[in-house]
């Protein structure tokens, strides 16, 4: 008791101090959102202002004689005349491991109804990417555990790889793969008691969406006990344009917050393209003039100041990283559309999703020509490096060559052989969703697959004879799965070893 | 129609015209709004809009408005003006009011520059401190 009182005395001396001045404006017009409000002569760009109630909100627009402010929640309360104070602070959210396994919304405040989060750190929402000097490049990887995107466009951590197809191509599955894989390999490594293993912390903004889908997805992570390592940021389709403007810059100020203690992160921004539109619709009521399909001039750094913003640190500040993975979603396969080639241009490369493919059941649909990584090859596990090098160019050359083929039946061995073996690679690229593969059971499969071991299974068998060997490996050669794990690489006793197992089960490998 | 823009241009070129030593001449406004309303010019409505909203930022930004709990007596209100004219310069006048919701102390706005030493101001302070 007698420390509430003396906290209420301190704090009560501490209003005791000569009277602050304080800057404040008149609301002249209201709507939409948007305020402008005349005064506020003093306010600077992106500052908070204090609205009468409580509420808050950021400056955007500054002008002669009026600014033209955002409103950060419900502003029916708010009427013309009423007084608006600046307050000399930047918009902040809560960070810090305690946002974990929670879901909030764009301005950090909790919406999952587990009470209230004790963070103890704030972090401004827009701030400037880290310059030149305390990055270092991409050199780890971000094990995605979808085999086709890790043998041929792999992600590396501090990268940026966009998701990019048409509706309902599976983006979303893609990157919550990812999430519940890296939740995966957290665990194992935890269990396993590995202290050299740096954790991969998630986030998951959601802009824009149906709330059902968020739901699902949420329901997804917590079924594949992802949440733990997860935060949630919803900014959905029934938010104003305002908060799904703002939720990404929440949601990297969150992950920035792990880079920046040393810690790895992985973003996803789902979806870009709905932050655009977002944007826009706050900057036509702002009357900011628009330009090439209404959006503003500055679309293009809207995404990249907070694509920038992902980066991997050098060890001198920390070692830390964030991975961001954005999905834009096209319109009938254009990638040459404003905000996907803006995003395409900002990303170190993009994983292209194809209607097509997904509807003749190649899932992940995987357009192996559009999709590159470009700095992640670098990031890859030595393992897979090894036994994936050939593979895209494989896969490209059958596409090319099926398309050929189609005309005529007679082929000479050589073709008819690469039309086979990508057929079978096809087949192994197939997986069902939210089953992410460990590494080194990529790496088995690959190997097997890139030495010929299912040459003489049968196409429709492939999957069959994949998950048995899978199985096998899993249950019967443990040692071989945790040599090449531990490592990373393919040493010449494991490959002797990893030949003779892949041999021992194909002699007993019956379809069935 | 003249747009929005081309009257705020027109009525910023006018008030500029009718400053005198840096300080508003408001007699010059009168014979420019006597002059607009008497030829009607294009547009003239919106430029009188706009004329009216920028003579009155630029009066208000010379007029410190003193509120305060009771009625200040003429000693304060010299001490009051002076502080404020040593501050903001020798144009500031001062316009004077009763507040009795303020409880105690004074509340003084120049512009969009506020002054809040009244009782109410610091039990709000206060309130947000412990919500």
């Known amino acids: ?512 | 129609m003249k747009s929005s823009k081309e009257a705020l241009r027109t009525a910023r070129q006018l008030i500029e015209a009718s400053m005198v030593d840096g300080k508003l001449d408001l007699q010059k406004v009168r014979t420019i709004v006597a002059k607009l309303v008497e030829k009607k010019p294009r547009g003239y409505v919106q430029v009188a809009d706009q004329l009216g909203r920028l003579a009155r930022l630029e009066v208000e930004k010379n007029m410190a408005r003193v509120e305060s709990a009771i009625a200040l007596d003429e000693a304060t209100k010299a001490t009051v003006l002076n502080d404020l004219r040593a501050k903001y310069g020798s144009q500031i006048e001062a316009e004077y009011s009763v507040d009795p919701d303020l409880i105690g102390g004074m509340r003084i706005r120049i512009g969009s520059d506020v002054w809040d030493g009244s009782v109410k101001n610091r039990i709000e302070r206060l309130e947000q401190l412990f919500s």
Request: aromatic share 6%.
């Open chain 1, 1 to 512: 008791m007698s420390n509430i009182l003396q906290e209420l005395e301190s704090e009560i001396a501490g209003l005791k101090t000569s009277v602050a001045k304080t800057n404040v404006g008149v609301v002249r017009e209201i709507g939409d959102g948007v305020a402008k409000v005349e005064g506020l002569s003093d306010v600077m760009l992106n500052e908070m202002v204090e609205f009468p109630g409580g509420l808050y909100g950021l400056a955007l627009n500054l002008e002669e004689t009026e600014v033209g402010c955002i409103l950060l929640g419900e502003g029916r309360h708010v009427k013309e005349g009423d007084e608006v104070k600046s307050t000399g602070k930047l918009f902040s959210v809560p960070v810090g491991k305690e946002m974990l396994g929670r879901v909030v919304d764009a301005l950090g405040n909790p919406i999952d109804g587990k009470g209230a989060i004790n963070a103890t750190e704030n972090y401004p929402v827009e701030k400037i990417a880290p310059g030149i000097m305390p990055r270092q490049s991409v050199n780890q990887p971000v094990q995605t555990g979808i085999m086709a995107i890790d043998a041929m466009v792999p992600v590396g951590r501090g990268q940026r790889e966009l998701i990019i197809g048409d509706r309902s191509t599976g983006k979303t599955t893609v990157a919550i793969d990812t999430i519940i894989s890296q939740s995966n390999i957290n665990k194992a490594a935890k269990e396993a008691g590995d202290d050299s293993y740096k954790p991969m912390y998630s986030i998951y903004v959601a802009v824009g969406q149906k709330l059902a889908n968020v739901a699902r997805t949420i329901a997804t992570l917590e079924e594949a006990g992802a949440m733990e390592y997860t935060i949630v940021v919803v900014a959905s389709a029934s938010d104003s344009a305002t908060n799904q403007y703002l939720a990404p810059y929440a949601g990297c100020a969150m992950g920035e917050w792990f880079m920046q203690n040393g810690m790895d992160a992985l973003i996803v921004y789902d979806d870009l393209s709905k932050h655009a539109v977002a944007y826009r619709e706050v900057s036509l009521v702002l009357r900011r003039p628009s330009g090439r399909e209404a959006y503003p001039g500055d679309v293009f750094y809207l995404h990249s100041r907070l694509l920038e913003r992902s980066a991997r640190l050098s060890d001198a500040n920390g070692n830390g990283s964030l991975t961001a993975l954005p999905i834009v979603e096209t319109q009938a396969g254009d990638v040459s559309a404003y905000i996907p080639t803006n995003v395409i241009s900002i990303t170190d490369g993009q994983i292209y999703l194809e209607t097509d493919l997904f509807y003749k059941g190649i899932r992940p649909a995987i357009s192996v020509g559009l999709s590159v990584s470009r700095v992640g090859s670098s990031a890859q596990t030595k393992a897979i490096k090894k036994v994936a090098g050939t593979t895209k160019l494989d896969l490209a050359q059958f596409r090319e060559l099926q398309a050929f083929a189609q005309f005529g039946s007679d082929l000479d061995d050589k073709t008819r052989a690469q039309i086979e073996r990508g057929e079978r690679i096809v087949e192994l690229f197939k997986q069902d969703q939210y089953s992410p593969i460990p590494m080194e059971v990529e790496v088995v499969v690959l190997f097997a697959m890139q030495n010929g071991y299912f040459d003489d299974v049968d196409v429709e068998n492939i999957k069959d004879c994949q998950a048995k060997l899978q199985e096998f490996f899993t249950t019967r050669k443990d040692a071989i799965l945790k040599a090449i794990r531990d490592s990373g690489k393919l040493e010449d006793g494991t490959v002797s070893d990893l030949k003779q197992a892949i041999e021992d089960f194909k002699s007993g490998y019956k379809p069935e």
